[in-house]
Protein backbone atom coordinates (compact mmCIF):
# COMPACT_ATOMS: atom_id res chain seq x y z
CA UNK A 1 0.00 0.00 0.00
CA UNK A 2 1.55 3.34 -0.74
CA UNK A 3 -0.84 6.40 -0.10
CA UNK A 4 1.74 9.04 -0.59
CA UNK A 5 1.50 11.51 -2.57
CA UNK A 6 4.01 11.66 -5.00
CA UNK A 7 4.95 15.19 -4.10
CA UNK A 8 5.85 14.25 -0.46
CA UNK A 9 7.69 11.35 -2.05
CA UNK A 10 10.00 14.00 -3.66
CA UNK A 11 10.56 16.30 -0.96
CA UNK A 12 11.35 12.88 1.42
CA UNK A 13 14.08 11.80 -0.57
CA UNK A 14 15.00 15.15 -1.22
CA UNK A 15 15.29 15.60 2.55
CA UNK A 16 16.98 12.14 2.79
CA UNK A 17 19.36 13.08 -0.06
CA UNK A 18 20.42 16.46 1.44
CA UNK A 19 22.05 14.27 4.70
CA UNK A 20 25.41 13.38 4.70
CA UNK A 21 26.27 9.90 3.61
CA UNK A 22 27.43 9.07 7.09
CA UNK A 23 24.25 10.07 8.62
CA UNK A 24 22.17 8.06 5.71
CA UNK A 25 24.20 5.17 6.87
CA UNK A 26 23.56 6.04 10.58
CA UNK A 27 20.10 5.88 10.40
CA UNK A 28 19.55 3.02 8.23
CA UNK A 29 21.11 0.54 10.66
CA UNK A 30 19.07 2.13 13.44
CA UNK A 31 15.75 1.36 11.49
CA UNK A 32 17.08 -2.39 10.73
CA UNK A 33 18.12 -2.47 13.94
CA UNK A 34 14.79 -1.39 15.42
CA UNK A 35 12.69 -3.49 12.94
CA UNK A 36 14.71 -6.01 14.60
CA UNK A 37 13.51 -5.71 17.89
CA UNK A 38 10.18 -5.29 17.20
CA UNK A 39 10.10 -9.04 15.42
CA UNK A 40 11.79 -10.59 18.35
CA UNK A 41 9.24 -8.88 20.65
CA UNK A 42 6.81 -9.97 18.57
CA UNK A 43 7.73 -13.64 18.41
CA UNK A 44 8.43 -13.26 22.42
CA UNK A 45 4.91 -12.37 23.25
CA UNK A 46 3.58 -14.76 20.89
CA UNK A 47 5.97 -16.96 22.40
CA UNK A 48 6.58 -16.46 25.93
CA UNK A 49 8.57 -19.34 27.09
CA UNK A 50 10.71 -19.49 23.86
CA UNK A 51 14.64 -20.61 24.34
CA UNK A 52 17.03 -18.10 22.99
CA UNK A 53 18.31 -20.72 19.79
CA UNK A 54 14.59 -21.04 18.94
CA UNK A 55 13.94 -17.32 18.85
CA UNK A 56 16.75 -17.13 16.59
CA UNK A 57 14.92 -20.14 14.46
CA UNK A 58 11.79 -18.15 13.90
CA UNK A 59 13.40 -14.72 13.75
CA UNK A 60 15.52 -16.24 10.39
CA UNK A 61 12.62 -18.48 9.51
CA UNK A 62 10.04 -15.09 9.43
CA UNK A 63 12.68 -12.74 7.92
CA UNK A 64 13.99 -15.30 5.10
CA UNK A 65 11.27 -17.64 4.49
CA UNK A 66 11.03 -16.26 1.01
CA UNK A 67 14.92 -16.10 -0.06
CA UNK A 68 16.39 -19.23 1.10
CA UNK A 69 15.02 -23.01 -0.24
CA UNK A 70 13.35 -25.40 2.30
CA UNK A 71 16.61 -27.54 1.98
CA UNK A 72 18.42 -24.50 2.66
CA UNK A 73 16.68 -23.24 5.36
CA UNK A 74 16.81 -26.62 7.08
CA UNK A 75 20.83 -26.49 7.37
CA UNK A 76 20.56 -23.24 9.04
CA UNK A 77 18.16 -24.12 11.55
CA UNK A 78 20.10 -27.21 12.43
CA UNK A 79 23.00 -24.66 12.57
CA UNK A 80 21.33 -22.74 15.04
CA UNK A 81 19.98 -25.29 17.18
CA UNK A 82 23.96 -26.90 17.14
CA UNK A 83 24.78 -23.52 18.07
CA UNK A 84 22.46 -22.67 20.83
CA UNK A 85 22.72 -26.05 22.18
CA UNK A 86 26.56 -26.02 23.12
CA UNK A 87 26.06 -22.82 24.82
CA UNK A 88 23.72 -24.71 27.30
Do not use: C, H
Request: proline share 5%.
Amino acid sequence: MNDTPDYISKKQLEIWLAKPVAERFQLALSTIDEINKQTEARIKKQNPDISEGELRVEFIRLNYKDDLTPEYMQEVVSWIRMKYQKLN
